[in-house]
């Protein structure tokens, strides 16, 4: 940059007359350096003020890219820069906009999402540095997907991410570590993302997640084990064998991993074959003696398989609950399980107990198995 002095001279009609008839790239830059320290130090008068905004918006249309990159940089913090100068040099070339973009107060929200949608990535980036960032302007960075977008907006302690924003980010790039240390690190991360985020951290950071948030440890243990039930449900295909369906449920049984919270989650999931496997494992009976005593519309029959199966009698009305809801979408012939399927069998679950606080799959699975965990150590 330029070594300069500030004179008043230039804004006068024979100043900008000279500025006119200026060839040299070199002259105009220093000229345009001189000129942004006299307006950002607010001393000049009316008349001077307005002779400098009609020199700053010739300069910031400057053919040369050396005159907008002086301009850019020593006006990127000045709050009177008009802000249809400040636009046309955001939207300039990168060496010219990104000072600008990372610094000047004079963007307004609506040109920082434009620039977080159409941007490339380094002014992309630029936006993600900027301080005391808008949530609506995060949500418009997450969605781009860019790690390096990400990652600089997650290393931005005062940028504002909304929970939907951090569940986007989970899901497309929870697989880097680099990515889910620095979501850590924020100043605030809401329940929902630490419950989400214990289950897909290694070991230390899953410690640190812990020591981070306060997360007492015995909620974390349970996270984790809800987390293993979730993968090991969604490992075993809907289109699986009853061969194969029945052999993996016997070898869960044997491994204790046929919990309550499991069958349920299968029902709630749509995944009724999985229950009927599981049931028949921990009952000792035939797949296929299961499947006739589970799709009965009779009570009596299924009530005597779920005795057998040793499964707690607290749970029997969410079992059934979920069960004649997914009988209820089977009859209606082969479709895709939807969200709105689960959430209909939520609904009935929170129905049937009244100590149930609503939430997610998750949430309602976890009260009930602590609901049927303690009626089994009063037993």
Not at 39 to 55: H, P
């Amino acid at each position: 940059m330029f070594a300069v002095e500030p004179n008043v001279e230039l804004l006068t009609s024979e100043g900008i007359e000279r500025l006119n008839a200026d060839k040299s790239p070199w002259m105009r830059a220093q000229t345009a350096a001189t000129l942004a320290i006299l307006f950002a130090e607010g001393a000049l008068n009316e008349r001077e003020r307005i002779y400098a905004v009609s020199i700053l918006d010739v300069l910031a249309r400057d053919l040369e890219q050396q005159v907008r990159e002086s301009l850019s940089e020593h006006v990127k913090h000045c709050a009177r820069l008009p802000h249809g100068i400040a636009q046309k040099l955001a939207l300039d070339v990168e060496s010219v906009a990104l000072p600008i973009i990372r610094y000047s107060s004079v963007l307004e929200e609506a040109d920082l999402m434009a620039l977080a949608r159409d941007g490339g990535t380094a002014k992309q980036i630029a936006v993600s540095q900027r301080d005391n960032l808008a949530q609506a302007v995060s949500d418009i960075l997450v969605d781009t997907g860019k790690p390096a977008v990400i990652s600089t907006l997650l290393a931005n302690e005062t940028s504002r991410i909304g929970e939907a924003s951090y569940g986007k980010i989970l899901g497309v790039l929870g697989g880097d570590d680099k990515i889910k240390a620095l979501m850590i690190e924020r100043p605030a991360l809401p329940a929902t993302i630490v419950a989400r985020m214990v289950l897909k951290v290694s070991d230390s950071l899953r410690q640190r997640l812990i020591e981070r948030f306060g997360l007492p440890q015995d909620m974390a243990e349970e996270l984790t084990a809800r987390g293993r039930e979730r993968a090991l449900s969604d490992s075993i295909g809907r289109e699986a064998t009853n061969e194969t369906m029945e052999a993996l449920t016997k070898r869960l049984h044997d491994d204790g991993a046929l919990t309550p919270e499991f069958m349920l989650r299968a029902l709630c999931t749509g995944q009724l074959r999985l229950f009927t496997a599981a049931v028949a494992a921990r009952a000792g009976v035939t797949l296929g003696n299961a499947d006739e005593l589970v799709r009965d519309g009779g009570q009596r029959g299924m009530m005597a398989l779920y005795v057998h199966a040793g499964l707690p009698g607290v749970l029997l009305p969410a079992f059934r609950a979920a069960l004649e809801i997914v009988r209820e979408k089977e009859s209606t012939g082969p479709r895709a399980w939807r969200d709105a399927d689960t959430q209909q069998i939520l609904s009935q679950l929170i129905v049937a107990y009244d100590c149930l606080a609503p939430g997610h799959l998750e949430s309602v699975l976890a009260q009930l198995g602590r609901l049927g965990a303690e009626c089994a150590d009063a037993a």
